[in-house]
Nanobody, 123 residues
């Protein structure tokens, strides 16, 4: 069982940066592949980024490559999403999730989810 709690969301202007954090409970954090998803109003939840248990492997959706960076600190049981050059289309609720599948990219492949944190980017 893994419990996840996101933080770091907020209201920013286009071009600004934010860093989201996701703190996990449990003693097997490094065993899980961690992902970030987002969901805008009226839209399906979509994959943003994923990272392997060691942190050596990462995967991103095309629209955030070069702007977002996923990382993790296994000693702190925390995964991060650094978001730079934010755009209004990045506005969504951001969720972190844990999976046992390598660099999983679909909602169904993730077993545990946080409650989400709102990111709003104004133009």
């Amino acid at each position: 069982q893994v419990q996840l709690a996101e933080s770091g969301g907020g209201l920013v202007q286009a071009g600004d940066s934010l860093r989201l954090s996701c703190a996990a409970s449990g003693r097997t954090f490094s065993s899980y592949y961690m992902g970030w998803f987002r969901q805008a109003p009226g839209s399906e939840r979509e994959f943003v980024a994923a990272i392997s248990g060691s942190g050596a492997g990462t995967n991103y959706r095309d629209s955030v490559k070069g702007r977002f960076t996923i990382s993790r600190d296994n000693a702190k049981s925390t995964v991060y999403l650094q978001m730079n050059s934010l755009k209004p289309e990045d506005t969504a609720v951001y969720f972190c999730a844990a999976s046992l599948r390598y660099l999983a990219t679909t909602v169904k492949q993730y077993n545990y989810w946080g409650q989400g944190t709102q990111v709003t980017v104004s133009s």
